[in-house]
């Protein structure tokens, strides 16, 4: 009953900037985590940046100083600030969600469609 809907995606010159979002919406007791994975063709899913519900950040280290991630709680929404983007940027990027969807119910793991980037001149 969740749904993780992203928008931002699209074609951008070497160096450009661009910004991703996530919107979570459904029944949503709390969320935990949210975040953004990528996978290119041929390769493996790799965690871009996650943040917790209390702010904590992490990134993988091809994109530190370059990207910013961020949360708005009271909108469910996560984003992805992507600054001086690179041609190794190009992927389908994921939005990723930890939700506890009702009370007294466990963590469960949501995944976004998916939604194209392209860095090329």
């Known amino acids: 009953q969740v749904q993780l809907v992203e928008s931002g995606g699209g074609l951008v010159q070497p160096g450009g900037s661009l910004r991703l979002s996530c919107a979570a919406s459904?029944?949503?007791?709390?969320?935990?985590?949210m975040g953004w994975y990528r996978q290119a063709p041929g390769k493996q899913r790799e965690l871009v940046a996650d943040i917790t519900s209390g702010g904590s950040t992490d990134y993988t280290n091809s994109v530190k100083g370059r990207f910013t991630i961020s949360r708005d709680n009271a909108k469910n929404t996560v984003y992805l600030q992507m600054n001086n983007i690179k041609p190794e940027d190009t992927a389908v990027y994921y939005c990723?969600?930890?939700?506890?969807?009702?009370?007294?119910?466990?963590?469960?793991?949501?995944w976004g469609q998916g939604t194209q980037v392209t860095v090329s001149s």
């Open positions: 459904g029944t949503i007791y709390s969320i935990e985590a």
């Open positions: 990723h969600a930890q939700i506890m969807t009702r009370r007294f119910r466990g963590v469960e793991y949501y």
